[in-house]
């Protein structure tokens, strides 16, 4: 069942939303407390500063004093927004075991779309009319396919990644560099609303009443990577927020990443083309190759997590 943020008390709600906590770091604190009240109350009773280095627990009591929760409690419930925690049984399993695992989501929608195989669409929020069209034909055959999509809910191609997926039946995730309730960019207002209509999901890690900061998008980008079996890059240049996630997905996350080649000498694509010719995207010449990737990551990820999830519950 979703969670709503009434469930939490005041304490727990500042421990959760301490930005740039992470999700180890705060299962950790919770799994030594005993439960996340008692975190809580440990932060504030100067008992974690036992647990953690270098006067950790100091700056985790100043963040939490400092928070305002009234907002954030109102600007959920609001637009009726529900949270999972990294502590929660339907946490989304890719992301656990991330470098920069979040602590917590904030979701609106079927979370279950995270839950299979899934693609990660991204490019240029200045797209030409070939990285449309592009996106419409890999997109289409992707959700076609029962594999969600996965985008960052920007201008250009993440929106024509969503709505492609959405024209064909299929199931797409936006992931937000801002709160629920400030959403960016704001004229993706109605997009995002038919996600959730059609059974998608819209997430963010942060707070509901939290505006759009450059510093957000990097984050945000990490997230997309993280809860895809494989990445797709549709027009990126040379640099470009499109590369960035290409590249968390493929150096840091293990994932394969792939790029559709654009025309020489066009800058909406030199990204991708110096990438695929440095050998560290492969190309994509058509969809039932990002398709068979995506399903057999999926289930090599599944297998990995099923694994380490009974290593688990035979230590304990």
């Not at 590249?247 to 694509?269: K, L, M, N, Q, Y």
Request: proline content about 5%.
């Amino acid at each position: 069942m979703p969670r709503k943020v009434q469930e939490l008390q005041d304490d727990a709600l500042k421990l959760l939303c301490v930005e740039d906590l992470g999700g180890k770091t705060l299962a950790a604190i919770v799994l030594r407390a005993g439960g996340l009240d008692l975190a809580a109350e440990a932060v504030f009773s100067g008992e974690v500063n036992t647990w953690l280095p270098n006067g950790d627990g100091n700056v985790l009591i100043e963040r939490m004093e400092r928070m305002e929760i009234d907002g954030m409690r109102w600007s959920a419930d609001a637009i009726d927004a529900s949270i999972v925690t990294v502590m929660d049984d339907d946490f989304p399993q890719l992301l656990y075991p991330l470098p920069s695992c979040p602590a917590i989501l904030w979701y609106r929608g079927n979370l279950n779309c995270v839950t299979r195989a899934a693609v990660a669409i991204v490019g240029s929020r200045r797209c030409t009319a070939y990285g449309i069209e592009q996106t419409n034909l890999f997109s289409s055959e992707i959700a076609q396919s029962d594999i969600t999509i996965i985008s960052g809910g920007a201008r250009g191609i993440d929106a024509a990644s969503h709505r492609s997926a959405l024209r064909h039946q299929g199931k797409t995730v936006a992931i937000l560099g801002s709160g629920l309730s400030v959403l960016y960019p704001p004229e993706h207002e109605s997009l995002f609303n038919t996600i959730i209509a059609e059974g998608g999901v819209v997430i963010s890690e942060f707070p509901c009443n939290r505006p759009p900061q450059p510093a957000y998008f990097p984050r945000r980008n990490r997230i997309v990577s993280g809860l895809s079996s494989t990445v797709l890059v549709i027009e990126a240049a040379r640099r470009s927020g499109a590369l960035i996630t290409a590249r968390i997905a493929v150096e840091e996350h293990g994932r394969h990443a792939f790029a559709v080649p654009g025309r020489i000498g066009d800058t909406a694509s030199e990204g991708c083309l110096r990438c695929i010719l440095d050998g560290w995207l492969e190309l994509a010449l058509e969809p039932s190759r990002v398709i068979e990737e995506a399903t057999q990551a999926w289930k090599r990820l599944s297998s990995t997590f099923d694994e380490v999830i009974n290593t688990c519950e035979e230590l304990q």
